[in-house]
C-alpha cells in the first residue's frame, strides 16, 4: 500500500494498525475459506478481453476471462469497489474507503503500484474511463447533492458536468467518448439520462423504480441497466428513443453494476452470485471463479462479570448534570430519581423519590425550581418542582413523550420537545410552554434526534445540534448548530446552519451542546470528544476562534449563571473549568448503589423444562433456587421447603435475550416490566448515550425499577460522517484513544462500531476491545472478522455504499457470505423482523395485536400508526414484505452451514418484545425447529455476550432468569409468549403484576 497518497488520517491509520499489534492475543491458528459466489459483486472485463476485475467483499480481484482462481490486487482494508479498466489495460480504477471517505484510487493490474486520484471530505463514486484514457467520469456529492463530475487523469482537474438539484449518480462514457449516460433522480422525470455531445441533458427512459449502473451498448445506440421493482431485480434495455425491454426472467437476481461487452453481441454481467455470460437474443452460461481468503484465527480472555457482588459500587449512570445559576449546587438523574449535589458535601441528595423514571433536570433562571420530565403519570411528561416548597406540578401533558425541557432567559417560557411515538432514535417536535398559563406552542416541524434547546439571552433564537446531510442520496452528514428565530411558529424558513469548524462535526447530540452563555457572548459544545466554546454574535454567529478548554472527554456541558465557569461530566467524574485561566478543579460524589439480590429457597415443579441444551423436554422435575442461583435440579417431590411454584401443567425455559434494541428515557419506568413480561429476562444495547444506558442498568439491578439484566455499550462508534445523534464521529487519533479508555471505566459490555468506520481505525478498536475482554461488532463482515470483529449486526442494515455486501435488493444472500459467517464463527444476529419479519408474522396471525402483553403495553393510537406504516413500506419498497421468505432461507442456510446465529430486532423501530416473539416465529417459518430458534435467544445469546458460565441454560450453578410458559415451545414457538411468571436473578414476578402500572 502506497501509504503517502493517504494524507495524514490514512497514515493515522496504518500507525493504529501497526502498534495495535502487541495487544493482539496470540494467533493459533489460520483458517483458508474458498468464495466461489458473490453477494453484490461488481465486474469489468479487460480491453484484451483476457481478464475480468471483480470487487468481491472490498477487495479488487482478477480472474482470467474464461473463469478459475482469483487474485487480489488490493488489500482487504479499503473497501473497494466497481472497478474500471484503463484503456491500455495498465490499471484498474475503482473508489475506496481506506481514509474514511469515499476516493477514486487506481492500482496497476500486478497490484504493485497504487495512486490515490481525489481528495478532500466529499466522497466520489463509481469511476467510468474513457476511451481515450485521458479523463474519468464519476459521481460525487461535492456540490450538496449527487452529481456527475469529470476528472482529467494527467492533471487531477475536476469539472462539473451536472448541476440538478435531485441526485446524478452512476455515469458511463458512451464507446466514442462524446456522450455520457446516468441515472437521475429528479422528481419530475426520474430515469435515464444522457449528456450529448453539445452538453445538453436528455431524457432516455423515464422510470419511478429504483435504477443503477447504465452502460451502453458496443455500438452506442442502446443502454442496459439495472431495474429494481416488486418482483424483480432485472436487467433491461433501451433505445435512445425510449423503447425498454426487460432482457433478464423474473427469477434472476441481476445485481446493480455495470455490464461488460466481450463482443458486439456477447456481455458479461453478475447476478444470482455469478459472473454470467450472455449473447443478445441467446442463451447464457456462467464463468466459475474460486477466490480464498485467509482469517487468522485469535483467542482472547472475556470479560469477566461477577453476578453475586454485595458491596456497593459507585454510581455511573449519572444523566443530564447541570449546574446551578449560583454555581453551588448540580442536579442530575440517577438510578431513577433527581438528584441535587451541593459542592463541599460530596453526598448528593434525591429530591425526587418512586419508582417511575424522572430525568432532564433544567434549573429555572432564578434557581428556585426544577423542570424535568416523569412518567408518574404515564407518558414522558413536562413537570416543574419548586425547590423552596416542594410543590410539584405537571405542566405539559401530551400524547406522546416529552423530553429536554430548556427554561428561557426570563423564566417564562420552557422549551422541550415532543418525541416521535414509534421511535426513541426518532424526531423531536419543538414546542414551548408558557409556565404562567401551561399553554403549548409547536415552534418548528421536527428535526431528526436533536439536542438539547438552549436560549440566546433575549429569547430570541433557540440553538441546537442538529443533523446537515451531504444529499439526499445517503443518510449520513455532520451535525451543526442549527439557529431557529422564537418570533413566530415557523416553518423553518428562517433556520441557519452553522458550524464553529467549518466541514466538522460536532459530539453526539443529545446534552452535548451547543449551550448558551448566560451573557450570550459563547456557545459551548462538544467537539472531537473535548469541550470547546466560540464566541458568537447576538443572534449566535460565530465571531471568533474556537477555544479548546479540556483534554479529556467531557459530556453535557453547563454554565454558570456569571458564565465564568462551565461543569461537566469528564467521563466518570463531574468538573468544572474557570475560563478565566482554564483551570479545573473535580467535584467530589460520593454516590454508591447495591445489586439486588433474594434470599431463601424457591421451588418451581416444572411439568417440562426446556434447558436451553437438549431438544427436548425434561419432564416433571423440580428446579431448586437457592437466592439468585440454580441449585439442583431433581424428579419431583412434593412437600420441598421454600417457596413452591407450582408450574406442573406448563414449560420452564431459559430467560429470553433481545439481542439488537435501542433504549432512552423516554420509554419510562414500563420499559423495564415491558420487557420481562415478554419472558426476557436480558437485553444486549449495541448504541447508546452511555450514562442513559447506566442509568438503567443500576436502576434494574438494584431493583429501584423492575427490569431485565442490560448488556450495553455507548455511542456508536463511528467515521467523520454521522447520522444518528449518538453516532460518536472519531476524527483523530487521540480522540479514538479517549473513547476506548471511556468504554473500560464505565464498564461497556461491548464497543459497536458504525457505518462510516474504516476498517484501519476498526482493527485498532478491535485490538483494544479484545485486550480488556471486550466483543466488538458493526455491519461488517468482511474483513472485520480477518481482524476478529466478534459479530455483525443485521442481514441487511445501513450500509455506506448504497448496497449491502450481505444480501442484495431481491433479499438474497450468497455462498460467500453464508461460507464466511458460518466457517469464521462470527455472530450474526440477523434483525429478521427488522427486514420485513414483523409484518410478515403479523399479518399471518388474525389474532397477532390481541396478545395481552402487546395490548398492556401498546395503545390504539400506536396500533395504528404500525398499520399506517405497514402500507407505506409496502408502497415505497414493495418487495420489503413479498420478499422476506428470501430471508428466511439465508437465516435457515445460515444454521445448517453452522453459523452462530441470535435473536435481535432493532426495536423500537419494530415495536419492543414483540419484535422478539416475531423473531422466533419467523426463524421457526424459515424451517428453523422452535429449538433452534429458543436457542438462538438463549445460549447462544449468551455465548455471544460472553455471559454463558452464568446464564443462557438452565443448569445447577446458573443464575435463576427463568421463564414459565403456558403450552409447548418446542412443537408450537407461539407459545413462547404465553409467559405466566418470570424470575429474574431468583426474583418471582408474575404476569399480572408486570403488566400493570405500579
Not at 207 to 216: G, Q, R, Y
Not at 357 to 380: C, E, I, V, Y
Not at 975 to 991: H, M, P, Q, R, Y
Amino acid at each position: 500500500m502506497d501509504s503517502n497518497r493517504f494524507g495524514w488520517w490514512g497514515c493515522l491509520c496504518l500507525l493504529f494498525v501497526s502498534i495495535s499489534a502487541p495487544l493482539q492475543a496470540t494467533v493459533k491458528d489460520s483458517l483458508k475459506i474458498t468464495v466461489t459466489e458473490g453477494t453484490n459483486m461488481a465486474i469489468a472485463l479487460s480491453p484484451d478481453k483476457q481478464t475480468i476485475a471483480l470487487d468481491l467483499q472490498g477487495t479488487i480481484w482478477l480472474v482470467p476471462a474464461t473463469g478459475g482462481a482469483a487474485r487480489p490486487i488490493t488489500d482487504a482494508l479499503g473497501d473497494c469497489r466497481q472497478p474500471t479498466w484503463s484503456p491500455d489495460g495498465r490499471w484498474v480504477a475503482f473508489h475506496a474507503f481506506w481514509d474514511g471517505t469515499y476516493h477514486l484510487w487506481m492500482v496497476s493490474r500486478d497490484g504493485k503500484q497504487k495512486k490515490q486520484l481525489t481528495f478532500g471530505i466529499y466522497d466520489d463514486r463509481e469511476p467510468h474511463w474513457s476511451p481515450d484514457g485521458k479523463r474519468m467520469v464519476f459521481s460525487s456529492d461535492r456540490s450538496g447533492n449527487y452529481d456527475i463530475w469529470q476528472l482529467t487523469v494527467e492533471t487531477g482537474a475536476l469539472t462539473q458536468l451536472t448541476q440538478h438539484q435531485a441526485n446524478d449518480y452512476n455515469p458511463a462514457i458512451s464507446p466514442d467518448g462524446t456522450q455520457i449516460t446516468y441515472v437521475s433522480e429528479r422528481t419530475e422525470t426520474p430515469g435515464i439520462y444522457r449528456l450529448d455531445p453539445a452538453g445538453a441533458e436528455r431524457l432516455v427512459a423515464g422510470s419511478v423504480a429504483k435504477l443503477a449502473a447504465p452502460t451502453w451498448s458496443a455500438d452506442g445506440t442502446q443502454i442496459y441497466y439495472n431495474l429494481v421493482n416488486k418482483t424483480q431485480s432485472g436487467l433491461a434495455v433501451t433505445d435512445l428513443a425510449g423503447k425498454t425491454q426487460v432482457l433478464t426472467p423474473a427469477a434472476e437476481d441481476v445485481f446493480p453494476f455495470r455490464l461488460s461487452w466481450l463482443s458486439a453481441t456477447e456481455y458479461l454481467y453478475t447476478a444470482d452470485g455469478r459472473i454470467k455470460k450472455q449473447r443478445i437474443g441467446q442463451g447464457g452460461s456462467v464463468i466459475p471463479f474460486s477466490a480464498t481468503v485467509t482469517l487468522a484465527k485469535r483467542s482472547y480472555e472475556r470479560k469477566r462479570y461477577d453476578f453475586d457482588q454485595t458491596t456497593s459500587l459507585p454510581v455511573k449512570g449519572i444523566r443530564g448534570p447541570v449546574v446551578s445559576p449560583d454555581g453551588l449546587k448540580i442536579a442530575f438523574a440517577a438510578v431513577g430519581d433527581l438528584w441535587i449535589l451541593t459542592k463541599g458535601n460530596g453526598q448528593p441528595k434525591a429530591i425526587t423519590n418512586d419508582v417511575y423514571l424522572d430525568a432532564d433536570p433544567a434549573w429555572s433562571p432564578d434557581g428556585q425550581k426544577l423542570a424535568f420530565t416523569s412518567d408518574r403519570q404515564g407518558n414522558m411528561d413536562l413537570w416543574v418542582k419548586d425547590l423552596q416548597t416542594g410543590q410539584e406540578q405537571r405542566l405539559v401533558d401530551l400524547p406522546d413523550d416529552i423530553n429536554l425541557p430548556a427554561w428561557s432567559p426570563d423564566g417564562k417560557r420552557i422549551a422541550f420537545y415532543q418525541g416521535d411515538a414509534r421511535n426513541v432514535w426518532g424526531r423531536g417536535t419543538l414546542q414551548i410552554v408558557e409556565v404562567s398559563t401551561g399553554k403549548v406552542d409547536k415552534y418548528h416541524e421536527p428535526v431528526f434526534v436533536p439536542s438539547q434547546p438552549t436560549w440566546s439571552p433575549d429569547g430570541k433564537t433557540i440553538a441546537v445540534s442538529a443533523l446537515d446531510v451531504y444529499s439526499s442520496r445517503y443518510r449520513e452528514g455532520i451535525s451543526e448548530v442549527l439557529l431557529i428565530s422564537t418570533d413566530r411558529t415557523g416553518d423553518g424558513s428562517a433556520d441557519r446552519h452553522m458550524s464553529p469548524v467549518a466541514g466538522r462535526t460536532l459530539g453526539t447530540r443529545g446534552k452535548n451542546g451547543p449551550v448558551w452563555s448566560p451573557d450570550g457572548h459563547q456557545l459551548a459544545y462538544i467537539l472531537d470528544g473535548l469541550l470547546w466554546t466560540s464566541p458568537v454574535d447576538a443572534l449566535g454567529n460565530p465571531i471568533g476562534p474556537p477555544r479548546r478548554l479540556t483534554n479529556e472527554l467531557a459530556d453535557s456541558p453547563s454554565w454558570t449563571g456569571d458564565s465564568q465557569r462551565i461543569v461537566f461530566l469528564a467521563t466518570d467524574t463531574l468538573k468544572q473549568v474557570y475560563l478565566s485561566d482554564g483551570h479545573i478543579d473535580a467535584i467530589p460524589c460520593r454516590f454508591t448503589w447495591q445489586i439486588k439480590k433474594p434470599s431463601g429457597q424457591v421451588v418451581i415443579h416444572a411439568g417440562q423444562l426446556f434447558d436451553g441444551k437438549s431438544a427436548t423436554y425434561r419432564k416433571n422435575v423440580d428446579i431448586i433456587i437457592d437466592g439468585n442461583r440454580i441449585k439442583a435440579i431433581e424428579p419431583h417431590q412434593p412437600n420441598r421447603t421454600g417457596r413452591l411454584i407450582d408450574a406442573s401443567a406448563q414449560t420452564v425455559i431459559p430467560g429470553l435475550f433481545e439481542m439488537h434494541t435501542h433504549q432512552s428515557a423516554m420509554c419510562g419506568e414500563q420499559q423495564g416490566r415491558l420487557w420481562l413480561a415478554y419472558g426476557i429476562t436480558s437485553v444486549r444495547e449495541p448504541g447508546a448515550d452511555p450514562y442513559d444506558a447506566l442509568e438503567r442498568k443500576e436502576a434494574w439491578a438494584s431493583g429501584r425499577r423492575k427490569g431485565p439484566r442490560q448488556f450495553f455499550t455507548g455511542g456508536l462508534t463511528d467515521g467523520t460522517r454521522i447520522y444518528y445523534g449518538l453516532a460518536i464521529p472519531i476524527t483523530s487519533g487521540a480522540q479514538l484513544e479517549l473513547e476506548l479508555n471511556r468504554s473500560v471505566r464505565l464498564g461497556f459490555d461491548m464497543i459497536k462500531t458504525y457505518v462510516r468506520m474504516p476498517d484501519p481505525i476498526q482493527q485498532r478498536i478491535t485490538a483494544f476491545a479484545h485486550s480488556h475482554g471486550l466483543p466488538v461488532s458493526s455491519h461488517e463482515i468482511y474483513p472485520a472478522m480477518s481482524y476478529e470483529v466478534d459479530a455483525v449486526e443485521h442481514i441487511g442494515g445501513t450500509s455506506r455504499r448504497g448496497y449491502s455486501p450481505k444480501i442484495t435488493a431481491m433479499n438474497k444472500t450468497y455462498q460467500d457470505v453464508i461460507q464466511l459467517l458460518a466457517k469464521s464463527g462470527m455472530n450474526i444476529t440477523p434483525t429478521a423482523s427488522l427486514q420485513g419479519g414483523f409484518y410478515v408474522m403479523a399479518g399471518q396471525d388474525p389474532g397477532f395485536y390481541e396478545n395481552r402483553q402487546f395490548k398492556a403495553f401498546y395503545p390504539e393510537s400506536y396500533l395504528n400508526g404500525l398499520q399506517v406504516s405497514a402500507a407505506q413500506i409496502s408502497k415505497i419498497n414493495p418487495g420489503y414484505i413479498s420478499n422476506f421468505g428470501n430471508i428466511q432461507a439465508s437465516v435457515k442456510a445460515l444454521i445448517a452451514a453452522g453459523a452462530h446465529v441470535t435473536t435481535g430486532t432493532d426495536s423500537p423501530f419494530v415495536p419492543y418484545g414483540t419484535s422478539l416473539h416475531t423473531e422466533l416465529q419467523s426463524f421457526v417459518g424459515a424451517g428453523l425447529s422452535p429449538y433452534e430458534a429458543l436457542r438462538s435467544a438463549t445460549l447462544w445469546a449468551a455465548e455471544t455476550v460472553g455471559v454463558s458460565k452464568d446464564l443462557g441454560s438452565v443448569e445447577p450453578g446458573k443464575l435463576a432468569d427463568l421463564v414459565i410458559v403456558n403450552g409447548d415451545p418446542l412443537t408450537k414457538i407461539k407459545d413462547a409468549w404465553n409467559v405466566s411468571v418470570v424470575l429474574k436473578n431468583g426474583e418471582v414476578l408474575l404476569i399480572d403484576e408486570l403488566l400493570k402500572k405500579p
